[in-house]
């Protein structure tokens, strides 16, 4: 018997490897996914003052739904709303305004709700006058009064006025 016709055979060859290119259909949804992410976060980061109203807008509700006494309310709204007026407007702008000047700064500001009785009972539950009588409408008006201020409240709207 002669083994001649094992050399007459092919040489061995195996497959080629696979390439990485081009990309199979589910690496290029994940690449399209991760482009997509990227750009919505660069567009989260650049807008910072949606983020702060975000912010400010979940703190008028937490101290909505702790349901404390009228006079501690006030007191914790007009503390939010002052931090935020200082935060958009700038210090100079609003740091020294107190009593009817910051009231009306305010309401000039986007918290037209704030005009009349509601902003005054506001101020006087706030720094300490007891006299004065407070329901709780006046508790929810302030809530109320605060949140529109929050969403309306920009430096271009009280340059317009």
Known sequence: M???????????????SPGWWPLAPGWWALAILIVIAAGLTLLWLQRPAARR????R???????????EPASAARG?????RRYALTVFGHDATARLSGEAWLQFVIDSGGDA????SGRTLLAAAFGDTHAPISE?????????????????HPQRRAAR
């Open 2 to 16: 002669n083994n001649d016709w094992l050399t007459q055979l092919a040489p061995e060859s195996a497959p080629a």
């Open 53 to 56: 109203q975000r912010f400010v």
């Open 58 to 68: 979940s703190e008028l509700q937490r101290l909505r739904e702790r349901a404390i």
């Open 77 to 81: 709204i007009q503390n939010l709303l």
């Open 114 to 117: 704030f005009a009349g009785d």
């Open 137 to 153: 409408a006046d508790r929810l008006g302030w809530f109320d009064a605060a949140d529109q201020f929050l969403r309306r409240a």
